[in-house]
């Protein structure tokens, strides 16, 4: 029950990995005691710094949203995109094409290849 | 007889009489049905439980319906393969069970989730039903009647999935599915009956001992092949999947996912159980790699781009899917060659059939995840939410543990399953692991996008007042919580006692032969 | 007028076949080419048909008759009722979810406004 599992290239033990992370919090805990608890509460030390500007009150004004993380892949990857919603386009009847094509394509490979 | 032996139709019998029952119990008030709802799920997977138990440590179960032996003997001495009967061993009882425990979750939260709601007979009329349906996919030891729950499980989604049927995408999502689907159906009915017309039997055992090598039978595993990929979301077919998913209320999808993974069981059964002599070493197998390869990427493609969270994850399950294809196809292409099967066929194996478990649950608790942040907030747009982690730290957590174990970070249990498939995949093709690698960073990256956008960030105004999900919904994602943890935490044990199991009796036809046909 | 059709389909030997194969490229060439909701209900509709046709083409024995007999009988060709138990189960289901794709279209129009499967396509991306 706790032994590791071997693929026969290698094995994974998930405790050496627990053990690891143990370890690992240990040391965070540790660099986080460098900490100092002597600053002013209630004043300007412990405001958030955005920039020098007054941080407002609601998020949605300072938050990115989630549509425009990874700008960067969809626009680098822009001609894959383009076809994959050519692809998914919503049409019922297409979908039922694209079944039908992928059946006789399957078809056609199994008859021919076989064995 | 005693009451073990029954226990297959059991499987069947609880969730159709919950079914049935539902009209009658649903006027009684809202204890007794909640009650009712959890105590015919909660059979069910007791029901799946012990089948589990009595298979991997034993021999295959065999149930025949009306008699003792599947075929019928007239006085003349003829005998006709006529009776309808279950067979279940190691394969399909680890399916069966990842089924009943997604049900089982998805009832406990559907309690919260749908409480203010109306039409809960039909819900639960319908949530039953596609639970047997699924079960029964995983239980029949006949084609034909495969073909049957299928359709159960078709009609009761396509209901389930327009249940909310005054938003107009519900409806729309409903009917491309059911689209397809019909023509699927269809041609998978062709398919058997085509078995039927030249072997004369629709006995899933019996068509394994007579299978030749023909035209026929090629073009019928053309079509029964295709139709189950499509159930199972593969990837030019795939289409349906990210609308029905995202459609359906939320404890459905979690079912949905499920049902899927019945097909895949279906797919699988008719590849390497039915038709061993001609998917054997050749073009099936590599069929279901290429088919695999392409569902993880282009799945993951779609899902990186998308700001809506069960959209996204619905596109999740297509590249998830694939790479259970993947493992299994090497799996395909490796059986038959003694060497090759030892080398790598079995960890392949074990590895699909390990991270097919553990999807059907990491996938079921991310959509449950997902579903309490719609319940919480009203929206499903990622773009509105943020800064949720402080007002739900119970949906947080589950949540970093699941979107943890999908995008394969050791030490989950989704890193377990896809290193096994990385080290087979690689003895046939260095490419194969590459491509499932990459979709492995990309999931991680889109789990990251969803969990910045949902959980950090500064508290937005509108979700100020938003509160953690209700209790019922919180112990339907704590039950799957809990299988991820225990299958993180004792892998070893999990795959020695049940996977490879289950990948022996895959592997071994003749013993699923000989369970129903006895020394042949 | 049966042993006439029994002969004619004795002459015809498999082409019954190719009518249940007509039927099914008939059937998918209507749902792939045509727009409007009902007709593609109506293609569904038909490939069921063609399906269940061809199940009981299966079954079919020339000049076989039902096995009721409890003593045996002089003709001794039976037919199997295992094609038509299939069949029956099929057209069944085929009632079933032709009736439940009707009323989604019923809905469909409600929401959209249009039967065109083309016009319907708010999910996509």
Partial sequence: ?115 | MNIRDHLPAFLVMLPLLGAFLTPAVGSLGKVIRNGFYILFSFLTLLTSLSIGCAVFWGNPMVYVMGGDSFALTLPSGMSYPVRILFEIDAFGALFAICIAIASFAGALFSIAYMDKFSGWKKYLALYFMLTAGALGMCATGDLFNFFVFVEISSIASFGLVAFWRDKPEAIEASFKYMLVSQIAAMLLLIGIGSLYGKYNSVTMAALSSMMRDGYLERVVIALIFCVLAFKCGAFPMHTWMPDAYAEAPTGVTCLLVTVSQASFYGLIRVCYSIFPRIATGGVVGWVLIVIGCMSMFFGVMMAVVQHEIKRLMGYHSISQVGYMLLALGVGLVALGDQKDMIDYGYTAMKGGLFHAANYSIYKALLFLCAGSLYYATGTRNLDKMGGLARNMPWTTGMFVIAAAAISGLPPFNGFVSKWMIYESSFAIHPILPAIAMVTSVLTLASFAKVFQAAFLGPAKADFVAVREAPGFMLAGMAVLTVATLLLTLFPSWFTSNIFEKAAVALADNAAYVRAVMGGI | MTDSIVSALDTLGNSAYVVVALLILMALYTMLTQKNLIKICVSIAILGSSVNMFLVLLGYRDGGEIPIYFLQGENQAMVLPTPQCLTLTAIVIALATTALMLSLIILLHKHYGTLDIDEIRRLRG
């Avoid at chain 1, 297409?94 to 399957?106: E, I, M, N, P, R």
């Fill in chain 1, 1 to 115: 029950m706790w032994s590791q599992l071997n693929s026969g290239a290698g094995y994974w033990n998930v405790f050496i990995w627990i053990i690891f992370f143990a370890g690992i919090s240990c040391f965070v805990v540790w660099i986080r005691s460098f900490g100092r608890m002597d600053y002013k509460r209630n004043t300007d030390q412990d405001e958030i710094y955005w920039e020098g500007n007054e941080v407002p009150d609601d998020g949605a004004s300072i938050s990115v949203p989630a549509s425009s993380s990874y700008w960067g892949f969809r626009v680098a990857m822009e001609p894959l995109y383009r076809l994959l919603d050519k692809f998914h386009s919503g049409s019922g009847s297409d979908y039922a094409g694209y079944f039908v094509v992928t059946v006789a394509l399957v078809g056609l490979l199994i008859l021919i290849g076989g064995k």
